[in-house]
């Protein structure tokens, strides 16, 4: 076995917690040695929940420890591109959850100190590594359905964020739908064309009173003719739902919700079914496990990272070109939004 | 018991033998006693398996019969205008298979000769009565689920019509999303405002070379602020995709795709579920029995059918505002296909 | 097309009144052209909405009428042996309503009878003809699921019958688990070596006061060796459970219930899926035209029968089999009930 | 936050490195310290993995470490009765896998020296910590479903052991229909007070000339009248069928197979499901990590352990029924091979 990776995690919040444990347990490859969050508390504590005797306030104490070989940023958004570019600078690896940063200049300065830097940058789109949609994908990538025709993505969480967020996200589309943006590029394996959005305030009247939308639904055209829809709603009483559905010429690859059991009831009023995952932590949490060992595993073969700073980067483009339909009420092709660029 | 209604049918194709069929042996209320068919050996076949004594070659026979109370109408789809004018005028009432026609002069003028005759007619959207859509339909419309925010339809045929029908068949939207189109009517029940449509040609380039395409992403936008997205291929090789769902404030109801049988096969290779319903007359056999019970209901009962010429005449309208939105590559309000109407 | 087959119905109750709409509205081969019934009103009613000339009091009038070439026997239990031995003594091909009798003596001078007079004699054992059971049947004969090991069979009643029905019914294994045995039968393909059976009164002690059980489990050896357990229960409060499975050395086939209709509701309170379809009328209801369409084309063909006098036999063995174990407490092998014959 | 529990791990295996992995990554309340395995090298390796200083071979180092409360017990069978012993002795808490020991007497002495120490004593009958069957079993303690009738448990491996194995393992039913005996006590609540079982060698004949039987139907008569049903193969080709069914006076709570993901394929040679779990690690993995936090919980709290020594001793007494009623080709009543206990 290879030397294990040496590993200090950036950010000991909820999703820092997750790749904690992960890192700590269950990833032989790996061995987390240092933990830092803006709360010192926090990094303490989860410290000693899994053994660990490093724990900072300040996430530089991780950067300059020579010892280390990757950091894994699970800090708050406005913090990843500073922190990419002083961790590529102290010659670390990268993992660092999405978005890479809401502004498309900042994110195109980040990535140019990667590059130039030399190391690995994987970002956080850990739906890619859900076992289902990577199936989906690898299904579709490997040729045996034939060629895509029509895309469906449902995706509605189970209740709004607080309306000071919302206030701040950026709108729907970028802080929601960014996610299926990206499944839908990782689904289909085309550039995307054009953006038609469609959206409706129809969850809570506080949502458009701070200038979002909580109801959308997204048409997708690509390069190679297939055509695609996004749904999303802010709140879907049932809970998180997550389901993808790629239709080709030579079959279709249809992924339903992952239930929190298989227990079925049948009694006289009907049969009631188990329900869903509540949110993304219980839905997606084999996800994260996999990201992250397909992270350490890039580091360790020195292969390419799964998700890199370019999809990053063109979710985002493809977040504001719907944004300008929706305003604009009409089709938009992503290069409108990024003239230099390709989604 | 209420006396019987009795019953002639025009049109011994493939849909007149299974209405046929239905008001022979299992419609208690309605007795079939005339067929009548351009193919007079089809009539008279088609009346011996049914132990029916009248076989006729020309309608007006059966309309001119006055013991007889109403006609089914299976004919050719230009056929249907005349053969219901000439119904009303005989005071027949009329159960007419879709479309009403393709013209919209020529619809409104069929309806105004019914209107002034004062008969019922009742056009054949058989899928609305088909049991899982319409317990969709209700729970809509009982308010159980709350608002309607999101609609899907997937609607894909198991394989494209000849070339030739195509041809003539008035476009994709017109001859296949046409049902659909009610459908999204019928379920949310509040008007379309809106109609985006792409399409592309992706299933046989010979359809592209007719003038039509064979996939549909189309979006609606209703007047109460719900979004809806029917998708259509003229050719999913894994049988006749029909499913429908309608997310509301409350809830959602999902309506999957019937199966030949129940029968699961566990192996080494997998878990194989049974085949799709063939086509339409295998996944709506159902339905046809359904409205043709209604159908008969409304004629006892002195009521309104279910399915109306209003009805008939508003799919045409949303199908032509989807065509003409592919065309101009912009959002299409259906008053600008239909100044006079309202869909 | 050959001469339609002339069938004159006997019996015009619920199950009459089922195989009466079947002959006249869905099956070209056959022409129903008479009924009767000792309720001289009830085969009135019944001709009226079949559109049917003949209707009797006696059922004699049925067997001396020399144009009829079959008849399909719905009567009660007790008149099944009598009316078959008249019916094969006037020369009439036979459908019979299982069980043929419940005594084994009177079910053999039966079928003597038929034997002698060489006409085709069908029981009713319709649910071979279900569309999933005969999948499942055609799988493990067709020898690609291998070798059966297990079967499992679950029957359960949605509600009791009337206690004075429970007193005469000959018990739960005649009454109710002589289907499952059949099924068993016709699944393995196996003769039945082993008999275990266990039961239980908890449903409703007024069944055990009239000395039945209500609840039963019974295990099958069948000669290959493949083993085999069937549940029932007089009463599912959730509806009438039917499902079975048979697990072979090459892979499983396993058969679902039916449901009403494929809507499903997804709602804070959880996922509820469709009822089952009420009872056997609703669920098997396909099988019954099946099974028609099995008798007439037999009588086509000149071929045997697919469920046959044996067959009928045969169940009655095992279910008296299933009754004496209960009884004495041990496994019964079926001679030990049947010297002379073999189930 | 109370104390974390020190846990010491013994025995370095396949079961061992999933609960060490628990212990140490996803188990806030817990610290694993130490690891001993026969193979030192495993244990080494292991600890390093883990990030665990103590690595030894000789497990009497764990058990002597005063800094340590409770003991992981992961080792070879045959050492689980003197471990137990040799732990309650040191005053450590104990978790042990299953089973104590196939002999009733050794078993007996183990677990009076539990008893004798006063320490916690918890048996790894990790099936009724996953989340669908805990929650079947909530849900028939709970008494929604009302009294329960009838019970199906269908336990089905991927492939069968060595037959090296299979010579020294007891039989079927001590080594492997013993978790489903279990599952019986655990669902239904209530005393087993009747056993009858069939068994057949069907998958390989090897096993039966070792002594063994491959296929086995085993029925089990509750003290309260409920009949269960319990189907064991030693090989499914499709894998791992692990699923159960309890029915009751107001409902049923069916359990199916957990998959390996949602993504189903649709292609025209019919419907594609996700294959099941490959084996007990991947279908159980849930259930593992459950059945320690309880274990720590149980600690934390003081309370009683979910599934203790007389649940361990039990499921032993059950599976010796069943080998004597295949044996003597009859019913057997627990006590009559435990004569001094209660199953």
Redo the contacts between chains.
């Keep these: 076995?290879a030397e294990?990776i040496r590993v200090g995690l950036l950010g000991a919040g909820r999703i820092g917690k997750l790749h904690?444990?992960?890192?700590?347990?269950?990833l032989?490859g790996a061995?987390?040695v240092a933990v830092a969050d803006v709360r010192l508390e926090a990094a303490q504590e989860l410290a000693?929940?899994?053994?660990?005797e490093q724990a900072y306030e300040d996430p530089r104490r991780v950067l300059e420890d020579p010892s280390i070989d990757a950091v894994v940023v699970c800090t708050s958004t406005d913090t990843h591109a500073p922190l990419i570019e002083a961790a590529a600078q102290a010659g670390k690896q990268i993992f660092c959850e999405k978005p890479i940063d809401l502004d498309l200049a900042r994110i195109d300065h980040a990535l140019g100190v990667v590059a130039e830097s030399g190391v690995t940058l994987q970002v956080g789109f850990n739906r890619r590594f859900d076992?289902?949609?990577a199936?989906?994908r690898e299904?579709v990538a490997g040729g045996t359905?034939g060629?895509p025709?029509?895309l469906?993505i449902?995706s509605?969480d189970p209740a709004p964020p607080p309306i000071e967020y919302v206030k701040v996200s950026g709108g729907l589309f970028v802080d929601m739908a960014i996610h299926d943006l990206d499944m839908a590029r990782f689904l289909i394996g085309q550039p995307v064309e054009e953006v038609?959005a469609?959206?409706?305030?129809?969850?809570d009247p506080a949502i458009g009173e701070a200038g979002d939308i909580d109801?959308?639904?997204t048409?997708l055209?690509f390069a190679g003719?297939?055509?695609?829809?996004i749904?999303n709603?802010r709140?879907?009483?049932?809970?998180y739902?997550q389901r993808i559905e790629v239709?080709c010429?030579?079959?279709?690859?249809?992924?339903?919700?992952?239930?929190?059991?298989?227990?079925?009831?049948?009694?006289?009023e009907?049969?009631?079914?188990?329900?869903?995952e509540y949110f993304f932590l219980e839905r997606y949490m084999e996800s994260y496990l996999r990201e992250m060992e397909a992270f350490i595993r890039a580091l360790q073969e020195g292969t390419a990272p799964p998700a890199g700073g370019a999809d990053g980067r063109a979710a985002v483009v493809l977040a504001y070109a719907a944004k300008r339909s929706l305003d604009e009420?009409?089709?938009v092709a992503p290069h409108e939004v990024d003239p230099g660029g390709a989604a």
Tied chains: 1, 2, 3, 4.
């Design positions: 076995m294990s904690g444990g992960n890192l700590a347990g269950r032989p061995r987390l000693a929940a899994l053994g660990i076992p289902s949609f199936r989906a299904l359905l060629e025709h029509l469906r449902t509605r038609y469609t959206g409706a305030v129809l969850v109801t959308a639904l048409t055209r003719g297939a055509l695609g829809a749904d709603s709140r879907a009483v049932y809970g739902d239709f010429s030579e079959g279709a690859v249809v992924v339903g919700n992952e239930v929190a059991h298989q227990a079925t009831v049948l009694a006289a009907g049969t009631r079914g188990a329900p869903l009420h009409r089709p």
